[in-house]
């Protein structure tokens, strides 16, 4: 239907390389006409917490079935792979995920640390069932987060390990990872990373549909996104194609003005009026100390109202940008 206005996925036909949708099954019931529909927009099913420990071999061989009749590609979470690496029953979990016909073994370290030479092993033993292997850094609980340098040191190793994308842990989107407390997204963070890898690298956690589109506009189509749950696949889809803004949804949570004191308020007023702008930039136009700028600038990334970005003149410089609404 008016298939001549809906832009085209870039990456059409799975399986994927940009622009993934990881879907989590919440114990939906089976509708396959909806399925149906819905199946071309979906790369991954991600059978949800500890359930492939506590289901039967039978309703769970049934519930595999269902998505790979679909094109579908199906996990396990990270909850029962840390469980069986607790456990010591690693290998038995991994055979009888590839019993089952699951496609790829997901791996975090929330309950456990695991050293590169126990990663490599892992990895070693999920191929040789000819499974996927998709790793998650981060901590599920808000009190005990990485540093975004932590992060990045895991998301290396795991790269090293010969991972090509690496999922960025949310949990409810609350406090952890690149959100704050308040579910917005830390722009300074996700600059971050993103300055050191591409953004393809990560697959993004996004429970909330403020999220998933505030990404979308940051990163285009080909943002990988995870935790997307059934009733939110279609908006996700609008988003990329870019049929729909997130205005339309009348959710969004930008601040027009920046909190705090009047440092930040007037560098946020400078960026705003003359964007892109550098660092030593600012501290001219403001006549403040580096440090004062420097404290502004974090201050306002964290607020979510500007981001940061590499210097396409100087590679080893950083400009800042504010977000605008209409990016959301």
């Known amino acids: ?30 509708n396959k006409e909806n399925w149906e529909l819905l199946s071309s927009f979906v790369d991954v099913v991600k059978i949800n917490g500890a359930l492939p420990l506590l289901a039967s071999e039978q309703s769970l061989i049934k519930k595999i079935k269902f998505y790979h009749d679909l094109g579908i590609l199906v996990s396990t979470g990270h909850i029962s792979t840390e469980y069986s690496i607790a456990q010591n029953s690693f290998e038995r979990y991994a055979k009888e995920a590839a019993k089952l016909e699951f496609d790829v073994i997901e791996i ?61 842990e949310a949990n409810q989107g609350f406090g952890v990872g690149i959100y704050d407390e308040n579910g917005n997204v830390k722009w300074g963070s996700v600059a971050t990373l993103t300055n050191k890898y591409p953004p393809n690298t990560f697959i993004f956690e996004a429970p909330l549909e403020t999220q998933q589109f505030a990404l979308i506009a940051e990163f285009g189509e080909r943002v990988n996104l995870s935790e997307v749950y059934v009733d939110s696949i279609i908006s996700v889809e609008s988003e990329r194609r870019g049929i729909l803004s997130k205005s339309a949804f009348t959710t ?17 007023y ?12 600012l501290m001219n136009l403001s006549y403040l100390p580096r440090r004062t700028v420097q404290s502004a600038i974090e201050d306002l990334k964290n607020q979510g109202l500007i981001i940061e970005r590499t210097s396409l003149n100087d590679a080893r410089k950083r400009v800042y940008y504010p977000i605008k609404s209409e990016w959301l």
């Open 252 to 268: 969004v949570n930008l601040r027009e003005e920046p909190e705090g004191g009047p440092a930040a308020k007037f560098i946020y």
């Open 108 to 168: 975090g370290e929330n309950i456990v640390d695991l050293s590169a030479e126990r990663k490599k092993k892992i990895n070693e033993t999920i191929l040789s069932l000819e499974l996927e292997s998709q790793w998650k850094v981060g901590k599920r609980d808000p009190r005990h987060q990485l540093t975004v340098e932590d992060t990045l040191s895991k998301v290396e190793e795991l790269v090293s390990l010969g991972s090509k994308k690496v999922i960025v």
């Open 270 to 281: 400078i960026i705003k009026t003359k964007f892109p702008i550098e660092q030593s930039d």
């Open 1 to 30: 239907m008016l298939d001549d206005l809906v832009k085209n996925r870039v990456d059409a036909k799975k399986p994927r390389k940009e622009g993934l949708t990881y879907v989590v099954d919440r114990l939906e019931s089976y």
